[in-house]
């Protein structure tokens, strides 16, 4: 099946006529202090996605392959790092994604052919009525875009979101919530499938879910270079305007990932200040994590802005002493201090506009948080990604 762009915000690393992705060589880290062994997989990894890039293979072509899902499959319990809630769900309707972000959390910018499980409505069914007696946050959807043009176009998101509205009209005492991260702009909440739009849907669920945007901090004029396909920032915002004017809960943002070797505190009042126009009063903070290969390719996107990106970003994420701060996958996180340095700034700042931040299991381990510094269950009410605990008292 061949899909359609919602809009024309289409700039990607083929268009920027400024970038050439080219092999590195020993010569590129003369006075950047890291172990040969990085330099070479870095060297490797530049051969790899300029191959990609070549062959126009690094971002996911606009067509999907349809196929059925299992319904005696499990959804999984999102639980990327061994410490997180075990009530959360995820509900993954499509296997890789086309928004094409080269940094992606699920595959480190190599993405796979699209598959979209026609059927996976019915397996949400299933699993609403197996644990609805439960206080469960039922996660759409942390391994895709849930609004992007493969689940709009083959119908599965309105299909997911009517699943839950009949959910709970036959089960007004269900304890389940539903809890949404998406890049989607206007244009994904007013796309209609069979004459109804997201945003219909979104109506019938008030008070049993919560759309959280997504939004990145990156080096001006990078970001549409690093998620291609994504809905414009201003239309993210617009999208979260939207659904606050029809009772929706939208008061919460995922802000990841956040380029650390860039922050300053000008940058970072600016983002805050337009969070606070937007009524956004929580925000779950994460710093970019990749893997050396995918870390190359980023930083030599990036390099085109700031010339001193490279040296920053290998001796911040891959100096000898920072090579244990792992998440998954051999996604290495920025060194602990300057974590610590900029999670205290982050919140100091985002205080400053009345925005409270919650944080993952997995970084207050890391950076031994305690729950004086940052409360698991914060001030407004929310914890980890930004679930809204106050949800499952309503």
């Known amino acids: 099946m061949k899909l359609t762009r919602l809009s024309e915000n289409d700039k990607s690393i083929y268009t920027n006529k400024n970038f050439t992705m080219r092999e590195l060589n020993f010569d590129d880290f003369i006075n950047i ?56 769900y995820e509900i993954n309707p499509v296997l890789s994604c086309n928004v094409g972000c080269a940094y992606c959390l699920v595959d480190d910018g190599i993405h796979q052919e699209l598959i979209v499980y026609e059927n996976y409505h019915e397996l949400v069914r299933k699993k609403l009525e197996q644990y609805y007696h439960e206080d469960h946050y039922f996660y759409f959807s942390p391994k895709t875009e849930a609004f992007c043009e493969a689940t709009l176009q083959t119908g599965i998101a309105h299909k997911i979101l009517l699943e839950f509205i009949n959910h709970y009209k036959k089960r007004s005492d269900s304890k389940i919530r539903l809890f949404i991260a998406s890049k989607a702009g206007v244009e994904a909440l007013n796309y209609q499938y069979d004459g109804v739009s997201i945003l219909d849907l979104f109506k019938k669920l008030k008070g049993k879910m919560q759309f959280n945007t997504s939004l990145s901090i990156f080096p001006n004029g990078v970001r549409e270079y690093l998620e291609p396909y994504a809905a414009s920032y201003e239309s993210r915002l617009e999208a979260v305007k939207l659904c606050q004017e029809n009772g929706i809960m939208a008061n919460s943002a995922l802000v990841q990932p956040i380029l650390i070797s860039v ?21 779950k903070p994460e710093f970019l994590t990749a893997n050396i290969w995918n870390m190359t390719l980023l930083a030599s996107v990036i390099k085109e802005y700031d ?39 982050i919140k100091k700042i985002a205080a400053k506009y009345g925005i409270s931040i919650s944080i993952c299991f997995w970084v207050r381990k890391e950076l031994k948080i305690n729950e004086n510094e940052i409360p698991i269950v914060n001030e407004n009410g929310f914890k980890c990604l930004g679930y809204q605990t106050k949800l499952f008292k309503e």
Request: charged share 35%.
């Open 33 to 88: 202090n890291v172990s040969e062994k990085v330099k070479e997989e870095a060297i490797e990894g530049s051969k790899y996605f300029k191959k990609r890039i070549e062959e126009g293979k690094l971002f996911p072509k606009m067509e999907v392959k349809i196929e059925k899902i299992d319904l005696n499959s499990e959804l999984l319990i999102h639980n990327y790092t061994g410490s997180c809630p075990i009530q959360t």
């Open 263 to 283: 922050l300053n505190d000008e940058l970072l009042d600016d983002f805050f200040k337009q969070l606070n126009k937007y009524h956004i009063i929580n925000i």
């Open 307 to 345: 010339p001193d990106i490279f040296k920053k970003v290998f001796e911040t994420y891959f100096n000898n002493d920072n090579l244990n701060h792992v998440k998954q996958r051999s996604r290495t996180a920025p060194s602990r201090e300057k974590s610590i340095y900029w999670i205290e700034k």
